[in-house]
């Protein structure tokens, strides 16, 4: 028992230390931002409050946090120091909310505000910001949120259970994995928000609506389609999303404006369909799936196996 007390320990300490180490520089890449953007930006005048606001977020408030966090650890006291900080991660989770526009805000500055875009530009060639953009720094606190839980994790598995700093770590862990969540959520989303708006600019005219709220994209892939009669089968462009399937076809090459774009065929929901596995109709390689809509059947084919298990999975998933 006291070697195994011992062991955790040591590993907790060289983990704290380690916290500490990388808390120093993410400290003072922090500080290239604060001091030699915000901090100045404010005196100046360049920017406008509410667009300084909106392109560093709570980033002060963030660097204070952790300034606060740093003290605490070079004096070792672990519990305190975590239970302290933990009542400032939500600022973790605000700032994530606004980072996209943050980064839109950013573009628009540089684009529109002559003496912002020479001011960022020479403030950038400063020795300390070692060839690193402001864009580079301004996703920092995501990353150091995620370094955080792997961090608290480490040490919670090295503190004996029964020991004072036990429960506050533990409590640290959970905090900051709620937050973590809650920016994965976030990332999520608009990365979906994304992946809505390039399928929805590929297809030709604003007839499909595929900007839906609610809506999450799955997947895509190109799949032959059988028809009922013995026509030759025909290759589509399908899209699954969690409500709808679409079916589109390559637009005319020499078309003038929609040559490299899809033609929506036809738009399934979801709700009332069937999806099967068709056995027997191909060799081993490949195969048929069948998905069964109130007025229409739809028999889909790859001659690649694996292609059409994922199909499938992910069909039956969406119609579940």
């Known amino acids: 028992v006291e070697e195994q007390r011992a062991r955790w320990e040591r590993k907790c300490s060289r983990t704290a230390k380690e916290l500490l180490e990388t808390e120093h520089k993410y400290l003072e890449q922090l500080d290239l931002v604060v001091t030699f953007f915000v901090t100045i930006l404010k005196a100046k005048g360049t920017l406008k409050p509410a667009v300084l606001e909106t ?17 605490h650890l070079e004096r070792g006291n672990l519990g305190p120091g975590l239970e302290n900080f933990c009542q400032n991660l939500e600022l973790y989770g605000h ?72 429960q506050k770590l533990a409590k640290a862990v959970k905090s900051v994995s709620e937050v973590s969540r809650w920016v994965q959520g976030i990332t999520h989303k608009r990365e979906n928000s994304l992946q809505l708006l390039r399928v929805q600019k590929l297809l030709k005219g604003h ?35 969690s409500d709808i399937f679409i079916a589109t076809k390559p637009c005319h090459p020499l078309h003038l404006l929609s040559s490299n774009k899809l033609a929506c065929q036809a738009v399934y929901p979801l709700h009332q369909c069937i999806v099967d596995k068709v056995f027997g109709h191909t060799q081993s390689q490949g195969g048929l799936l069948s998905l069964s809509f109130p007025h229409k059947t739809l028999l889909l084919m790859s001659s690649d196996q694996q292609d059409i298990n994922d199909w499938y999975r992910s069909l039956t998933a969406a119609v579940r």
């Open 55 to 71: 392109i560093f977020g709570p980033l002060e408030s963030i660097y204070s946090a952790s300034h606060v966090l740093s003290l």
């Open 95 to 166: 700032y994530a909310e606004n980072l996209e526009q943050a980064n839109k805000t950013l573009k628009e500055q540089l684009r529109k505000n002559k003496s912002f875009r020479r001011f960022k530009k020479l403030q950038e060639t400063r020795l300390q910001f070692q060839g690193r953009k402001l864009e580079d720094l301004l996703p920092l606190p995501l990353q150091r949120l995620h370094q955080y839980k792997h961090f608290l994790r480490d040490l919670l598995e090295n503190t004996s259970p029964d020991s004072a700093e036990y």
């Open 207 to 241: 007839k499909t609506q595929v900007l839906s709220p609610g809506r999450w994209y799955i997947r895509e892939g190109w799949l032959l389609v059988v028809p009922s009669k013995g026509e030759e089968l025909k290759r589509r462009m399908f899209f699954l999303f």
